[in-house]
């Protein structure tokens, strides 16, 4: 049987947290009653991350290149469903979320969207964090942390741009929404099926280093800036 929705996982050293990212998304392909297909996109990974996901029945993709757009796109290319749906190692998904996602797409009125994010634990300097990225996500009037489309879709918008070292969960969201629109279609956020995160980057830099530093936002946000993302995602983890 063909499965119905392929989940695109990029990994770069996830053993802490891989196991829990796949159990969740296997009890929500359960409750929705449908086949997933789970495509782990390994990245540089020195861990037992590639054991991990072997156990858990997942299809290994590998992409070594420090950008996330690259590596995403390489676990689409790969995938087989006509529903892509991505999500990060260090997140797991509500186990509605499949059952939500379909629900949309089959409206005919969605073109695909994100989610409903909630920490996995909550502070004043999280909450102020917060609020410091809440200008450039309201300007853009999408969801982001758990993407979900059509493969259609994302081929015809040319998948995530590899221009962006960063915030390229951002562009991707804006031109999906913008490739909607033209047909008639919105986005959508999952309302009921949140997602939640790990607070790994709030542990390593701090609860408040998003609020006390408005430039590294700025530059991150910009999307070009390669030491910045270097130094927020790529190679702050060399383990």
């Known amino acids: 049987m063909k499965p119905l929705i ?10 802490a947290f891989l196991p829990s990212c796949l159990e969740a998304a296997r009890q929500a392909a359960e409750r929705a009653g449908i086949l997933v297909e789970t495509i782990v996109v390994l990245n540089r990974c020195t861990d037992d991350t590639e054991e991990i996901a072997r156990h858990h029945g997942c299809l290994i993709v590998r992409e ?11 676990g689409v290319a790969a ?12 997140s797991r998904m509500h186990p509605g ?6 629900q949309r797409l089959d409206s005919g009125k969605c073109v695909g969207g994100g989610a409903l994010i909630f920490p996995e634990r ?11 990225i809440l200008p450039y996500l309201v300007f853009t009037g999408v969801s982001f942390g758990l993407f979900w489309c059509r493969k259609r879709d994302f081929d015809e918008i040319g998948g995530f741009d590899t221009r962006f070292v960063s915030a390229e969960d951002v562009d991707f969201a804006r031109r999906l929404k913008a490739h909607g629109r033209r047909s008639g279609r919105s986005w959508g956020t999952l309302l009921r099926s949140p ?8 542990d390593q830099f701090g609860d408040w280093y998003l609020f006390r530093n408005p430039s590294f936002v700025r530059k991150v946000f910009r999307g070009d800036d390669r030491k910045a993302a270097d130094e927020f995602w790529y190679d702050v983890r060399s383990d």
């Open 195 to 202: 997602l939640v995160t790990s607070c790994r980057k709030f």
């Open 64 to 74: 070594d290149a420090k950008n996330l757009s690259m590596i995403r796109n390489a």
């Open 97 to 102: 979320s499949f059952v939500e996602i379909l």
């Open 122 to 132: 909550w502070s004043v300097g999280i909450v102020a964090s917060g609020f410091s």
């Open 6 to 15: 392929s989940l695109i996982v990029p990994a770069h050293n996830e053993s």
């Open 79 to 90: 995938a087989s469903a006509e529903i892509i749906v991505t999500c990060d190692a260090d």
